[in-house]
C-alpha cells in the first residue's frame, strides 16, 4: 500500500505504475492545514481523470472530529473507491459513527452496493485496547491497521527498529483481525535508505500475521512483495500438499503423511491460500 | 534521396561532402570486404635516446608545428573533470591558430569555455561522439557554418581508420606516463581507467603529445599508449578533477521511476531467454540503464547464473559483479571511478580495449558483435523503434550517440529502458526529431506504463506476456501517453544543416537542422 500525499499531483499521477497493490491517497498527515480543502478537490479530480491501471485505490481522510473530516467524506464516498482508510479510531462507536456517514452519503449519492470497504487505523493506546470491538463493528471493515508513529507519540515513547514499543499493540491488533477474518496491515517503515531494516521489519509483520504493509516510497514496494509473495519453494511445497490432499481424500483419508510429517486441514487451508496468493490454480 | 528510414539525405551537403544514405544497420557491412580502403598511419622515426619531454603544453605544440585548417584530437574518459582539451585550445587560440577541426571522442560539460573559438573561427568543424550545455545549443543555432559529425564510438574508429577523420595532433591526458610516452589513466591522482578512445588516435594521428600530471619511472605499466607512437610528453599541473569523472552516472539512480523501470527492464531480460549461462551483458551508465544491472545481479544470484563477460562503459558495480565471480570477463573501453580505474591495473580478468576492439564496424569483428544482451537509455522514441538519443524536445543538441547503435546492432537482445514522458513531454512519440539507432536494432523498449517489443523479434512478445509482463502494442501506448501530455507544439526549423548524424558504418542516417 503505497502511501501519496494529497497534494501532490506529479506522484498521484504516477500513482499506477509503481506495481503496488494499493494506493493510498493521504488527504490526513501528509497535508498542512491550509492545503486540506486544495488536496481534497486535487485528489476528487484526480481520481476521476487517471488511469490507475486497476491498482486499488484507498483515501485516508482526516478524523470526522477535525474540521476536516466531513467535507473529505462528502467528497470522496461518491467517488466509489475500494476503502477509505480513516485514522485514530478508538472506540467501536466512533467507527459506527464513520460508517453511517458514509452510508448517508451513499444514499444522497445514489450508491447502493456498499461495496467500499471501510479500514480504521489504531493510533492510540485507547484504540488498541479496543481493537477486538473495532475490527468487529461492521461488515464494511475488511482490514484494521497499525499507524506506528502516532501510536508511539501517544504512548510517550520513541518508535525504535526494533519496533519493541508497539510489539503489543500489533500483535494485539493482528489477533482482532485474525478473529474477524479480516486483513491486517502493518504501519510504514520511515528509513528509505535501511532496505535490510525494511526487509527484517516486513518479515516480522508477516511471520506475526500482518497481511500486508503500507510504504512511503515507491522504492519499497518491491521488497514488501518479495516478503509477502510466497516463493517458490513455497508454492511448489503446496502444490504437493494440495495434489497429496486430492488423492487422499479419494481414498476417504482426511489426514496424511507427506515427508514425514503430518498434513491435515488447516495445513491444506494454508497450502490453497499460497496458491491463491500466487494466482495458481492445479 | 531518401535513406531507409525514409529520410531525405541531400547527395552533397556543404563542408561535409558527397554523402552514402543509410540502407540498414547491416547493408553495408554485409559485404565483408570495405571498399573505402585504410588511411595510412604515419610513418616516423627517432633517434636514440632522445629526450621527448616538454616543459609545456605550448612548446610540444611548437614543436609538433599545428597550423591553421588541422585537425586535433582529444579523448574525453575525464568526462566533466577534463581540463586539457580547453587548455590546449586556448594555447591554439593564443597562437592565432584558425579553422581548426576538432575530433574529440565525445564533448561534455567541461568544455563549455570553447564556445567563444566556435564564434570567432578558431574551431569551424566538429567530429563528435556527443555534446553538452552551451556548445550543443550554440551549434543547434547555427554558430557554425559546417554542420559538425556526430558518430558513434565505433564509427569514430572507422572514420579515422579510412581518413574521414585525418588527425594531424592527438592530444592524449593519461593519468602516468613516463617520458618515452608510455601511458595510462589505470593509476595516478588523477586516474580515470581505460584509455580505449585514445588508441586509435595514437596509431593514426600525425602527431601524438602525451599530457600527464603524473610522470613516473620507467616504464609505465600498464602501457596502455604505446611510446612508439607518442612524438612529445608534457607534465602539467593537472589533467583534470577526477571527482568530476563520474558526474552521478555511476551511481545507481535514487529515483522511484527510474528504479521502477529497471526493475521491469531486469523482468524482460530474465525472461527473453537471454539470461542464462554464458551470457554476456551491457549496460549504460546513468539513469534506469546501471539500476538494471543491480536487479539482473539479484536475479543472476537467485539462479546461480554466471555469465561470460560484461562490456562497455565500466562502473564500480560491474566490477562488484566481476568480484562476485557472477561474469567472468569485464571489457573496459571507459570506466567512471577510481575503484574501476584500479581494478584494471589490479585484475587480470577487467581488460582495458580500445574502441576500435569495442565498437569499429570495420574490422573482423568488435566484441560488441558479440554481445547477448545490452541496456539502453533514450531521449526519444517512436513507434517504429528508432531511437534519439542526440537532441532534447526542444531539437537541441544535448545528447551523444556514444555505443548507443554500436551495440543495439551486435547485441542479440537490445532492451531500451526510458520512462514514457519526462514532465510534460512525452518520450515515446510518433516520429523522433532526430534518428541515431535505427529501429531494427532495438528488441523492446521498457517504460513505467508498458513494455513494447519490437514485431521484428519474433516471439519475444509471446514469452513476456506468459510471463505476466504488461506487454502493450507501442501504437496503444503512444495513444496513451499522448492523452496525457498531448501533442508538443512542433519544432520549428531553418533550411540549415547543422548536424549530419552518422550511423557506425558511415552512411548518414539523419540530419539535425538549425533550430528557429
Keep these: 500500500m503505497l502511501y501519496i500525499p494529497g497534494n501532490n499531483p506529479a506522484m498521484i499521477q504516477q500513482g499506477g505504475v509503481y506495481g503496488a497493490d494499493s494506493l493510498l491517497l493521504d488527504l490526513e498527515d501528509s497535508v498542512a492545514p491550509e492545503q486540506k480543502d486544495a488536496a481534497r478537490i486535487l485528489v476528487r479530480n484526480m481520481i476521476q481523470t487517471i488511469n490507475f491501471y486497476g491498482t486499488e485505490l484507498t483515501v485516508r481522510v482526516n478524523h470526522l472530529d477535525t474540521p476536516f473530516g466531513m467535507a473529505d467524506l462528502e467528497a470522496m464516498v461518491p467517488l466509489g473507491l475500494d476503502a477509505i482508510r480513516v485514522p485514530k479510531i478508538e472506540t467501536k462507536d466512533e467507527i459506527l459513527a464513520v460508517i453511517d456517514t458514509i452510508e448517508k452519503i451513499e444514499q444522497k449519492a445514489g450508491i447502493i452496493d456498499k461495496k467500499m470497504r471501510v479500514h480504521p487505523m489504531i493510533e492510540t493506546a485507547l484504540g488498541v485496547e479496543n481493537v477486538f470491538e473495532i475490527a468487529g463493528a461492521s461488515k464494511r471493515i475488511d482490514a484494521v491497521t497499525i499507524g506506528g508513529q502516532d501510536l508511539t507519540a501517544d504512548m510517550g515513547i520513541i518508535y525504535s527498529k526494533d519496533g519493541i514499543g508497539v510489539d503489543y499493540a500489533r500483535r494485539r491488533i493482528v489477533m482482532a483481525a485474525k478473529a474477524f477474518k479480516i486483513d491486517a496491515l502493518d504501519t510504514v517503515f520511515a528509513d528509505l535508505e535501511d532496505e535490510d531494516g525494511l526487509r527484517q521489519e516486513t518479515e516480522y509483520a508477516k511471520k506475526i500475521g500482518f497481511t500486508g504493509k503500507a510504504v512511503i516510497n515507491p522504492r519499497q514496494i518491491q521488497v514488501i512483495h518479495e516478503v509477502f509473495n510466497p516463493g517458490a519453494e513455497e508454492i511448489r511445497k503446496a502444490i504437493r500438499i494440495v495434489k497429496e490432499y486430492r488423492l487422499n481424500r479419494e481414498k476417504g483419508l482426511g489426514v496424511f503423511a507427506l515427508d514425514g510429517k503430518m498434513v491435515d486441514a488447516p495445513i491444506v487451508a494454508r497450502a490453497q491460500r499460497i496458491l491463491s496468493l500466487a494466482d495458481i490454480e492445479i | 534521396m531518401k535513406n531507409a528510414l525514409g529520410i531525405e539525405i541531400p547527395q552533397f551537403i556543404e563542408g561535409y561532402g558527397p554523402t552514402e544514405p543509410f540502407m540498414g544497420a547491416w547493408t553495408k557491412l554485409e559485404a565483408g570486404w570495405m571498399e573505402e580502403g585504410a588511411y595510412p598511419p604515419p610513418v616516423k622515426a627517432k633517434t636514440a635516446h632522445l629526450d621527448k619531454l616538454c616543459n609545456s603544453l605550448e612548446e610540444a605544440i611548437d614543436k609538433v608545428g599545428f597550423l591553421s585548417g588541422m585537425t586535433i584530437s582529444f579523448h574525453h574518459h575525464l568526462r566533466a573533470g577534463d581540463q586539457i582539451l580547453v587548455k590546449t585550445l586556448e594555447i591554439l587560440h593564443k597562437m592565432g591558430i584558425r579553422d581548426i577541426t576538432l575530433a574529440s571522442s565525445s564533448l561534455t560539460t567541461a568544455h563549455e569555455p570553447i564556445l567563444p573559438y566556435l564564434k570567432d573561427g578558431t574551431i569551424s568543424r566538429i567530429w563528435t561522439s556527443g555534446i553538452r550545455g552551451t556548445v550543443g545549443e550554440a551549434i543547434s543555432n547555427g554558430v557554425l557554418d559546417i554542420p559538425v559529425v556526430i558518430h558513434s564510438h565505433g564509427g569514430r ?320 501506448l503512444e495513444k496513451e501517453i499522448d492523452q496525457i501530455t498531448g501533442t508538443p507544439e512542433p519544432i520549428r526549423y531553418q533550411d540549415k544543416t547543422v548536424g549530419v548524424i552518422q550511423y557506425r558504418d558511415g552512411t548518414v542516417i539523419d540530419l539535425i537542422k538549425q533550430v528557429k
Excluded at chain 2, 272 to 300: C, D, H, T
Design chain 2, 157 to 476: 574508429v572507422r572514420a579515422i581508420k579510412t581518413g574521414k577523420i585525418k588527425i594531424d595532433l592527438a592530444i592524449i591526458a593519461a593519468s602516468a606516463a613516463d617520458t618515452e610516452g608510455n601511458a595510462t589513466g589505470t593509476h595516478g591522482p588523477s586516474a580515470f581507467g581505460s584509455l580505449g578512445y585514445a588508441v586509435p588516435d595514437s596509431d593514426y594521428a600525425r602527431n601524438v603529445i602525451v599530457v600527464t600530471d603524473n610522470i613516473v619511472e620507467y616504464p609505465c605499466i600498464p602501457i596502455s599508449i604505446r611510446q612508439s607512437f607518442v612524438d612529445y610528453v608534457v607534465k602539467v599541473d593537472s589533467i583534470g578533477d577526477p571527482a568530476k569523472i563520474a558526474t552521478g552516472t555511476t551511481r545507481i539512480t535514487r529515483s522511484p521511476m527510474d528504479l521502477r523501470i529497471a526493475q521491469l527492464a531486469a523482468e524482460v531480460i530474465e525472461h527473453s531467454g537471454f539470461l542464462a549461462p554464458e551470457f554476456s551483458f551491457q549496460v549504460g551508465a546513468g539513469g534506469a540503464s546501471l539500476a538494471v544491472a543491480k536487479f539482473v545481479r539479484n536475479i543472476m544470484k537467485q539462479k546461480g547464473i554466471v555469465g561470460s563477460f560484461m562490456l562497455g562503459g565500466v562502473t564500480s558495480y560491474v566490477i562488484d559483479m566481476l568480484n562476485e565471480g557472477l561474469f567472468k570477463t569485464v571489457f573496459d573501453v571507459q570506466s567512471f571511478d577510481a575503484k574501476v580505474a584500479s581494478s584494471i591495473f589490479n585484475n587480470k580478468r577487467h581488460i582495458a580495449i580500445s574502441s576500435g576492439l569495442y565498437a569499429n564496424p570495420f574490422n573482423c569483428g568488435c566484441i560488441t558483435n558479440k554481445l547477448d544482451v545490452v541496456v539502453l537509455g533514450a531521449l526519444e522514441l517512436d513507434v517504429d523503434f528508432n531511437v534519439n538519443v542526440i537532441t532534447g524536445s526542444d531539437g537541441m543538441i544535448r545528447g551523444a550517440s556514444g555505443g548507443h547503435c554500436d551495440t543495439a546492432s551486435g547485441a542479440k537482445l537490445t532492451v531500451v529502458v526510458c520512462p514514457s514522458f519526462r514532465g510534460r513531454i512525452p518520450i515515446i512519440k510518433k516520429k523522433v526529431l532526430n534518428v541515431v539507432t535505427p529501429g531494427e536494432s532495438v528488441d523492446v523498449v521498457v517504460t513505467e506504463r508498458g513494455i513494447c517489443v519490437n514485431p521484428a523479434h519474433k516471439g519475444l512478445d509471446e514469452r513476456l506476456r506468459k510471463a505476466g509482463l504488461n506487454v502493450k502494442d507501442i501504437n496503444d
